[in-house]
């Protein structure tokens, strides 16, 4: 009889320990031009992000013109003074480069990818596009005719739609973001390439700009780079725009946009709140992920799991226009689909849900878990030049301080459950909420009615 063989395995890799981690930390400079300039060393990543931000925000906008901002941020990549439209895409092409663009209310962007061999070039076609843009009026009449077309498209989307009847709930007619951010057929059709041209030379000048540069930049003579190209932009000087006040009404009330034979309906429900300069802002963030942040959430947990009625649920809050002085706002929302017969169910244990956190509050677990998600997958989060170079676009648009992304991790970890809960309860009363639902009116008008969150609207879709 033969001895059994017996399997000799290597020993199992075992993980080293957690190497500290902090979200990375800009230098901030500034060119002869005037132009705000963030850079950050990032070793290893050889497709370098950088990110313009120009001060020109959508309330800026000529009365009548609403789209303007993001035509002519459109238009930025269809030819220079030096290059045709086409010219233009083959001259980013050969570098291999991206350039994508475009308008919010706090201003307009541009983000370049390129690889940090073909940085010169790259940025040189991007000063040519912000120093010397050829808004010709084939492209700008090609832009206009695009966009019109996709006004339509959008309508029909239920999720696009809902947006568009919250903004025009919640503020007050005269105000920007009541609109839609693009414009609507009637402001678009009215752009011309001159129309452009007027707002580019009101707004868009280096000295109320800033440039934010993320990527392995060792080798690389940045600031010579930078003067060649970006610094050869010229412009008047001039303070940045005020901040106007954001003001809504969050008087609770359902609004319903009319879609016959819908076999779902999609829901949007919100109201205003603190911006990110409110110390409440980490607790919030926390206390809103607890709520609607990810598939493990209290929203999911009942109205897809328990009871079926959804794939899935999302609560968040949106930045919408940030300002130190507080008179900034973010949205603050809940947002799904749920099957037509369901909806009043469903619109009914979403307010359980709400009253029972209010009552009860969140429990430990949930908001470790939650610091976990946030906290723990920053690192990976942030992998890219481009991730970075967002974030840190997103601050300076936001008049943040440029450590507030390493700082909200620390008061996030630091959060407890009671501050947690508190921040979420308050975030979503349950008598402040205005809901939108783009559905069937003849099947959820009436069991929505029944549930007394609101006076109910019904307007056509």
Known sequence: MTEAATMEFHPQPQAGPAKPWAFPAPDRTTLDNGLTVLRCHRPGQQVVAVEILLDSPLDAEPAGLDG??????????????????EEFAAELERCGATLDSH????????????????????????????????????????????RLDEIPHETANPA????????????????????????????????????????YEKHVRPATATAVVVGDLSGTDLDALLADSLGTWTGSSAEPRPVPPVTADDIGRVVIVDRPGAVQTQLLIGRIGPDRHDRVWPAQVLGTYCLGGTLTSRLDRVLREEKGYTYGVRAFGQVLRSAPDGSGAAML????????????????DLWKVLRTLAAEGLTDAERDAAVHNLVGVAPLKYETAAAVAGTLADQVEQRLPDDF?????????????????????????????????????????????????????????
């Open 68 to 85: 303007v901002a993001t035509i002519m941020a459109r238009a930025f990549s269809e030819g220079t003074d030096k290059h045709s439209a």
């Open 103 to 146: 308008a919010d209310h706090p201003g307009v962007r541009l983000a370049l990818e390129v690889p940090v061999s073909r940085l010169p070039k790259a940025l040189g076609l991007l000063a040519d596009a912000l120093r010397a843009p050829a808004f010709a009026d084939s492209e700008v009449e090609r832009l206009v005719r695009n």
């Open 160 to 199: 696009r739609r809902a947006a568009k009847e919250l903004s025009k709930e919640l503020f007050p007619a005269e105000s920007r973001m009541s609109r839609p951010r693009q414009g609507t057929e009637e402001t678009v059709a009215g752009i011309d390439s001159a129309a452009v041209r007027a707002f």
């Open 333 to 348: 929302a809940i947002s799904g689909s749920v099957d037509t017969p369901n909806t009043g169910p469903a619109l009914d």
């Open 405 to 461: 992304q390493a700082q909200l991790y620390q008061q996030l970890a630091a959060t407890g459950t009671v501050e947690a809960t508190a921040a979420v309860v308050s975030a979503f009363p349950v008598d402040r909420l205005v809901t939108v639902l783009v559905g069937d009116a003849s099947q959820i008008e009436e069991p929505v009615r029944a549930l007394g969150i609101g006076e109910v609207t019904v307007v056509t879709g």
